[in-house]
């Protein structure tokens, strides 16, 4: 496990976007596991600064995210289809049939996650999957308990996590219950992996994903386990950190 800490939030977004320019400079068919949520919106504007400067073709790449809301149609202003369409694929050169994330309005969502599993199996899995970590040390949707082995398929969003996604949310209208993930083992299978944290709220789960056991109880402290894990973080992220 590599881990960077940076000085601020937005070093360390800055940090993390090189990191992906360079995964597909380095190999522009590149297969991109993608997140959504605040911490990516920085590292997202980055990443479409440096396409805009030259330094970073989406052109022959490929990208799956990690989840998305089970019941919101993809057009639904809080749907991570919609949030990806907005924060990052409107402005880069990716294709859109490339840009693949499950069907949130799937008529049967267990069978879209198997689905869904399957197309990533078919790309040959991921080369670089990119990773936020929730206040619980989720990790996709793999809330506390998920099986470190788990392929893609529905989870039921804890409290916090709803709580903490609520905010997204049109007053009155609160985030669904379930949501279609990667599961801890499809991201595992990913050939690198790139988490990023920032900020005094994340410090908890930071310090048991990278000091704590390996353990369901924190989802993240698997990547722990993995070959080729960088966790990039600004300082109040690392703050509790031994
Ligand atoms: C979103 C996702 C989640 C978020 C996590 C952190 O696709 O997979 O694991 O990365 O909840 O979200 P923020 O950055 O909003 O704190």
Redesign the pocket.
Known sequence: MKVLILGDAEAAAGRAAEIIAAQVTAKPASVLGL??????EAVYARLIALHRAGSASFAEASSF???EYVGLAGDHPCS?RRYMAEKLFGQIDIAPEAAHLPVGEAVDPEAEALRYEAAIVAAGDIDLQL?????NG????NEPTSSLSSITRLKTLERS?RA??SRYFPDGEEPPRLAI?MGIGTIMRAREVLLVATGTA?ARAVAQVIEGPVSARWPGSVLQMHRHATIVLDRAAASELA
């Open positions: 997140a959504t949520g605040g911490t990516m995210n990690l989840d991570y990773l936020g970590l929730g206040l989720h990790i996709g949707f996590t903490a996604n993930t994340k």
